[in-house]
Every structure is written in structure tokens, then in C-alpha cells.
T-cell receptor, first 114, second 115 residues
């Protein structure tokens, strides 16, 4: 299947700092990528849809000024958690959808905010 | 509204037992897709299967099999002769094609296979 990478895999930061997470499609171009958040022992919750060359679409309840998404190329989307706080600690997962509706996920980034 | 229900929160079995994970979905779309993903302790989601709404054939892949029944809006997943390596959280997901065409996940079922 298609390969999606994420970097970093794990990050620990101090409260108030910003953290950028990269999501790359390695062997295909993705006009649309998705960002999910998963709290411990919970399901994946869609945060936003990242569209190449245009603004991201955020799900209800997700603060777009706090979670900045940039989809600058067909193979790269970034999620920046601005002024992170301990409650933002979570597992962030990106995915990319192929034309046949198969959706492949990155390995995830575990964010810990102290 | 679209919804996926995985009523089994946790299942514990002994190796070599067969186990079925239930998935019930709701959608008004006539065309939709159903998925199963495996999430091992490492956290990475592993794609297992995609099924479109017009294909009700059951599928078997090795020890894995899937039973799709539109009449009951269910897409159940069976692991035959379970192994310890099958221990993971399994998610069922739904993708609609009209309106909200984004992947929606069920709550997941945590499967523990004991030696």
C-alpha cells in the first residue's frame, strides 16, 4: 500500500511553545490529507482536512488558530500546535486518501506537553 | 447522520480461539465504503480491508474474514485461530460519498489474545 510518513514520531515540549508535525506521502501525490487526534484508549477524531493549495477545513470544535495546517505541496502537510498546553498532549495521526478511497495513515506523532 | 458502533469494548481470548468483532453502521448514503484497521501497541494504523456498499461478497484473507450484511448494516470481522500477534485495537470505519465524505471511526475493540 501507499506509504505515509510523519515526523517527529515523538515530541516533548514545554507549555506555551509551538510544535510542528510533518506528514508526507512518500510514493504518491495527495491533494487531500487528514489530521486526526487520538487520546489514550479512545478512537481517532478527525480534526481537519488539509487541501493542497487552499485553506484547511476544520471540524466543529477544533480551533483553527491553535492548530495551524499548511498543505504547501502535493506530498507535504504540516500541523502546528501553537502555544501548546498539557491538554493538547495526544497522539496525532495524519492520513492521505487515494483516488479509490483507500486511506493510508502515518505512524503518528505522540505529543507530550509539560 | 453517519455513525459507526463497535459495541465490544474489549475482548479477551486464548490463542487458537476464533473471535468475531462486531461493527454496525448508519448512513443515508447509497454508496459508501467500510473499512477495518488494526492498531497495534506501536500506534500505527494498519489497513486491513475496504469494502464498497455494492459488494456484499464475504471476503477471506488467510485467518481473517469479513461478513458484510447490508440488511442489518453490519460489517463483522472474524479472526480464525487467533494468535498473540493479533492483540491490538481494531477499528471499523465508514466513508460516505455525499455530504460528509470523511472517514468516521467506531470506538474500537481492544482484542487481547493470551497464550
Amino acid at each position: 500500500g501507499a506509504v505515509v510518513s510523519q515526523h517527529p514520531s515523538r515530541v516533548i515540549c514545554k507549555s506555551g511553545t509551538s510544535v510542528k508535525i510533518e506528514c508526507r506521502s512518500l510514493d504518491f501525490q495527495a491533494t487531500t490529507m487528514f489530521w486526526y487526534r487520538q487520546f489514550p484508549k479512545q478512537s481517532l477524531m478527525l480534526m481537519a482536512t488539509s487541501n493542497e493549495g487552499s485553506k484547511a477545513t476544520y471540524e466543529q470544535g477544533v480551533e483553527k488558530d491553535k492548530f495551524l495546517i499548511n498543505h504547501a505541496s502535493l506530498t507535504l502537510s504540516t500541523l502546528t500546535v501553537t502555544s501548546a498546553h498539557p491538554e493538547d498532549s495526544s497522539f496525532y495521526i495524519c492520513s492521505a486518501r487515494l483516488a479509490n478511497n483507500e486511506q493510508f495513515f502515518g505512524p503518528g506523532t505522540r505529543l507530550t506537553v509539560l | 447522520a453517519q455513525k459507526v458502533t463497535q459495541a465490544q469494548t474489549e475482548i479477551s481470548v486464548v490463542e487458537k480461539e476464533d473471535v468475531t468483532l462486531d461493527c454496525v453502521y448508519e448512513t443515508r448514503d447509497t454508496t459508501y465504503y467500510l473499512f477495518w484497521y488494526k492498531q497495534p501497541p506501536s500506534g500505527e494504523l494498519v489497513f486491513l480491508i475496504r469494502r464498497n456498499s455494492f459488494d456484499e461478497q464475504n471476503e477471506i484473507s488467510g485467518r481473517y474474514s469479513w461478513n458484510f450484511q447490508k440488511s442489518t448494516s453490519s460489517f463483522n470481522f472474524t479472526i480464525t485461530a487467533s494468535q498473540v500477534v493479533d492483540s491490538a485495537v481494531y477499528f471499523c470505519a465508514l466513508l460516505g460519498t455525499r455530504g460528509y465524505n470523511k472517514l468516521i471511526f467506531g470506538a474500537g475493540t481492544r482484542l487481547a489474545v493470551h497464550p
